[in-house]
């Protein structure tokens, strides 16, 4: 069971920013309530690094911070991912569904919560912008199963919007090698390589979405 004490959150935040300000507030605010620890990185601000390397970076650096600590989950996330209410409760009703060896599970990719529409009084509802017939889920509705990253690819089907993913401490390594092993082949953008490396041990929230994307009035880009 993922709790205050076995949990450590990880982020970006750049200083000197107001949406960065903003996000980091929402942030602190959402998960002092639950009394889970955050962890803010330091953010990359540099016009000269193409965008995807500083999204590579992020994740890598993400990954490997959580590598040198003893928490057994970590949740990953953009700097504007907002969880839903009773995040935690949901959150462990999936958990306790996912087969023993799971790898990471993301909670609410923009594709599915309905990101292009903005439509907030369904946050936390399955609403999304691509036809999702024929693509296989849990028989209790709560997660995506059998992710096909060739298939998930093809209907662009992006880990993003925002980035935000649970991942135990069991399989950091394997997530981290095929990360950065698809980023060298490849160069996209963060959400594009997660769903790249996508494997019989991912799975992706369906219903609930466990949070969603506030961008706070733009990008740090």
């Known amino acids: 069971m993922l709790k205050n004490t076995n949990t450590l959150i990880i982020t970006t935040t750049l ?9 980091r507030n929402n942030l602190v605010n959402n998960f ?26 992020i994740i890598k ?6 590598k040198n600590t003893s928490f057994e989950y970590a949740i990953i996330c953009d700097d504007d991912f907002s969880p839903i209410d009773n995040f935690l409760e949901e959150l462990n009703k999936t958990l306790a569904l996912l087969p023993n060896d799971w ?3 993301h909670l609410c990719p923009g594709y599915l919560w309905g990101r292009k529409y903005r439509d907030h009084t369904k946050i936390g509802l399955l609403n999304p912008e691509h036809d999702m017939n024929n693509i296989p889920f849990h028989e209790s509705g709560r997660f995506y199963l059998n992710c096909d990253n060739k298939t998930y690819v093809r209907k662009s089907f992006w880990l993003g919007g925002p980035i ?3 991942i135990n401490r069991n399989n950091v390594d394997s997530l981290l090698n095929d990360f950065i092993n698809k980023y060298n ?11 790249a490396i ?3 041990n991912d ?19």
């Open 203 to 221: 799975f992706v929230c369906r219903h609930p979405l466990l949070g969603f994307e506030n961008e706070e009035g733009g990008t740090t880009f």
């Open 15 to 23: 200083p000197n920013n107001t949406i960065s300000e903003k996000r």
């Open 61 to 66: 650096n993400a990954l490997e911070i959580y």
């Open 185 to 195: 082949m490849y160069k996209e953008n963060n959400d594009v390589i997660l769903t």
């Open 164 to 166: 935000a993913f649970v």
């Open 103 to 105: 790898r990471c599970i």
């Open 32 to 57: 002092s309530k639950m009394n889970i620890p955050l962890l803010l990185n330091n953010g990359i601000n540099d016009k000269n690094i193409p965008n995807h390397n500083i999204m590579f970076t």
């Open 198 to 200: 996508l494997n019989q």
